[in-house]
């Protein structure tokens, strides 16, 4: 089971962290990955991390905003996102999955976390 929270309401500029507790797995066998929808559009993965966290990758929209981390100890995966704008608004999942990473593909999923950012 994937637990996302974090999310809300920020003014353009802000940050945010969102987190996502994982239980019920080994949660270091496992690949983490962040994404994120708006209706009508397709989902983006916005950032991943391999299981030991000694890897990442960004999408071009956040790179340099956004951090992925994680802390295997607490079975958790943390996205921190610096000056939001606008079109970061959008419901944020997290994903685990033990090849996730390379093959971007993601079978057990979070319930989202609502990202609201005003302008």
């Known amino acids: 089971q994937l637990v996302e929270s974090g999310g809300g309401l920020v003014q353009a500029g802000g940050s945010l962290r969102l987190s996502c507790a994982a239980s019920?797995?080994?949660?270091?066998?496992?690949?983490a990955g962040w994404f994120r929808q708006v209706p009508g559009k397709d989902r983006e993965n916005v950032a991943r991390i391999n299981r030991s966290g000694g890897s990442t990758y960004y999408a071009v929209s956040v790179k340099g905003r956004f951090t992925i981390s994680r802390d295997n100890a607490k079975n958790t995966v943390y996205l921190q996102m610096n000056n939001l704008k606008f079109e970061d608004t959008a419901v944020y999942y997290c994903?685990?999955?033990?090849?996730?990473?390379?093959?971007?593909?993601?079978?057990?999923w979070g319930q989202g976390t609502q990202v609201t950012v005003s302008s």
């Open positions: 994903a685990v999955d033990p090849n996730g990473y390379y093959n971007g593909h993601y079978n057990y």
């Open positions: 019920g797995r080994t949660f270091d066998n496992y690949d």
